[in-house]
């Protein structure tokens, strides 16, 4: 877990292409909103074959090394294609979409026959500590035993999350990269409307002028 933009997709990318000899098939799953991001930066930093598993080009071939997917796809295509493979490295990135261990998505991701798991989010809790609970429990299955979700008090959750997932959890934060990190630049880009456009803006304009008078 590294805060935001230090550094996950680019660090477990370094990982596969080290084990790509040791390695004979690797699932990345990820939201869809950032799969040609995932697609991008493996051209850039590797040179890992990579299989898009999206749109119409969704199966799984034996020799396929490296299968990048969306979580919705994984939850549609479960049975008939990913259930059918053992994948000796798991990737699940931005996984505090899976933070609920009620929904589909989660209990999909716990059924993938994966050798290795890793999980990556700059946002291991959003809400409430059983969300961490969860998200560890997909990387490595069963470690807080049967009384996972029955915790009670919210400093106890808190102080067995804390022991029991020390030696399972990477985490970098800002400040402790900070020497590393580039100059923040701003760049600010003015866009024109086109006519359509700035015509829908002043009609709508003037609808909300009339309505506050």
């Given at each position: 877990?590294?805060?935001?933009?230090?550094?996950?997709?680019?660090?477990?990318?370094?990982?596969?292409?080290?084990?790509?000899?040791?390695?004979?098939?690797?699932?990345?799953?990820?939201?869809?909103?950032?799969?040609?991001?995932?697609?991008?930066?493996?051209?850039?930093?590797?040179?890992?074959?990579?299989?898009?598993?999206?749109?119409?080009?969704?199966?799984?071939?034996?020799?396929?090394?490296?299968?990048?997917?969306?979580?919705?796809?994984?939850?549609?295509?479960?049975?008939?294609?990913?259930?059918?493979?053992?994948?000796?490295?798991?990737?699940?990135?931005?996984?505090?979409?899976?933070?609920?261990?009620?929904?589909?998505?989660?209990?999909?991701?716990?059924?993938?026959?994966?050798?290795?798991?890793?999980?990556?989010?700059?946002?291991?809790?959003?809400?409430?500590?059983?969300?961490?609970?969860?998200?560890?429990?997909?990387?490595?299955?069963?470690?807080?035993?049967?009384?996972?979700?029955?915790?009670?008090?919210?400093?106890?959750?808190?102080?067995v999350a804390k022991?029991?997932?020390?030696?399972?959890?990477?985490?970098?934060?800002?400040?402790?990269?900070?020497?590393?990190?580039?100059?923040?630049?701003?760049?600010?880009?003015?866009?024109?409307?086109t006519p359509e456009?700035?015509?829908?803006?002043?009609?709508?304009?003037?609808?909300?002028?009339?309505?506050?008078?």
């Open positions: 877990a590294d805060d935001m933009g230090l550094g996950k997709t680019i660090q477990t990318i370094s990982l596969i292409q080290t084990l790509q000899s040791q390695v004979k098939k690797v699932l990345i799953v990820c939201p869809v909103s950032i799969l040609w991001n995932w697609q991008e930066e493996l051209a850039k930093f590797s040179n890992l074959k990579v299989k898009l598993y999206y749109a119409d080009q969704r199966s799984i071939a034996e020799d396929d090394h490296l299968i990048l997917t969306s979580y919705g796809l994984l939850k549609r295509d479960f049975e008939q294609t990913f259930k059918n493979h053992r994948f000796d490295i798991l990737i699940l990135d931005e996984v505090q979409q899976l933070k609920n261990h009620h929904s589909l998505g989660s209990q999909t991701a716990k059924k993938l026959n994966a050798k290795v798991r890793f999980v990556l989010t700059g946002t291991p809790v959003e809400n409430d500590i059983t969300e961490f609970y969860n998200i560890l429990d997909l990387c490595v299955p069963g470690i807080w035993g049967e009384q996972k979700w029955q915790r009670k008090g919210v400093e106890e959750a808190k102080s022991i029991i997932s020390k030696p399972f959890v990477l985490r970098r934060t800002k400040a402790q990269v900070l020497q590393e990190l580039p100059e923040k630049t701003e760049q600010i880009i003015y866009l024109s409307f456009e700035e015509r829908n803006y002043h009609f709508s304009l003037q609808q909300i002028q009339q309505t506050l008078i």
